[in-house]
């Protein structure tokens, strides 16, 4: 079955660094991959979608990419503050011609930056 | 523009009790869904619509009906209500994912709690 991985654990870091974090993902082959921001007691909000013949994409601090061989999206954003403390999710999901939007969500990583 | 709402914020059942969470957009979007979250679990879709009048299971539909009469309205029915059905449950829009300026927005959740 399909299944995604994100670090469990809390990825603590310093304000100013920049923080990276992993999604992978088995048995599935995505078209598209999102990220999220969750903070406690609130719904994910829409960071950033990718498309499998995209291989980075920018957004301001953040910057997302796939690799479609490795199954794998990284997730960085530059430059941390302690406001970007929330659980970061990713969602891989779509057929290739974009006909549904069914998503598969990863459990997400606790970031907490430091000031 | 309210964004996505949800109705109630709360809400605490006695088991076999049966219950309607409402979700309502006011962005004309085509798309639709609901999920559940429960710790450790990540966000899993119960059902999605792609439209008025269409709808689908998603990966966890069991306990739970769901309608779209109109664009704006997607409530989720709670048939017999079971323990196993405490969760936070989230509604959320969007366009479809093939679209260049996709974005998925998400309610404030209800959180659901059956004794």
């Known amino acids: 079955s399909q299944k995604i991985e994100q670090n469990s654990e809390a990825l603590n870091i310093q304000e100013g660094k920049t923080a990276t974090l992993t999604c992978n993902y088995t048995n599935y082959s995505p078209a598209y991959l999102q990220w999220y921001r969750q903070d406690p007691g609130r719904g994910p909000v829409f960071l950033l979608l990718?498309?499998?013949?995209?291989k980075e994409k920018r957004k301001e601090r953040l910057k997302v990419t796939f690799d479609t061989t490795l199954k794998q999206s990284l997730f960085h954003i530059t430059a941390s503050q302690p406001a970007d403390s929330a659980t970061y999710l990713c969602a891989p999901g779509g057929d290739y011609g974009g006909a549904t939007n069914k998503l598969i969500f990863g459990t997400g990583t606790l970031l907490a930056v430091q000031p | 523009n309210a964004g996505v709402t949800q109705t109630p914020k709360f809400q605490v059942l006695k088991t076999g009790q049966s219950m309607t969470l409402q979700c309502a957009q006011d962005?004309?979007?085509?798309?639709m869904s609901w999920y559940r979250q429960d710790p450790g679990m990540g966000l899993r879709l119960i059902h999605y619509s792609v439209g008025a009048g269409i709808t689908d299971q998603g990966e966890v539909p069991n306990g739970y009906n769901v309608s779209r009469s109109t664009t704006e309205d997607f409530p989720l029915r709670l048939l017999s209500a079971a323990p196993s059905q405490t969760s936070v449950y989230f509604c959320?829009?969007?366009?479809?994912?093939?679209?260049?300026?996709?974005?998925?927005?998400f309610g404030p959740g209800t959180r659901l709690t059956v004794t």
């Open positions: 962005m004309n979007h085509e798309y």
């Open positions: 990718i498309r499998e013949n995209e």
């Open positions: 959320a829009s969007s366009t479809p994912l093939g679209t260049p300026a996709y974005e998925q927005y």
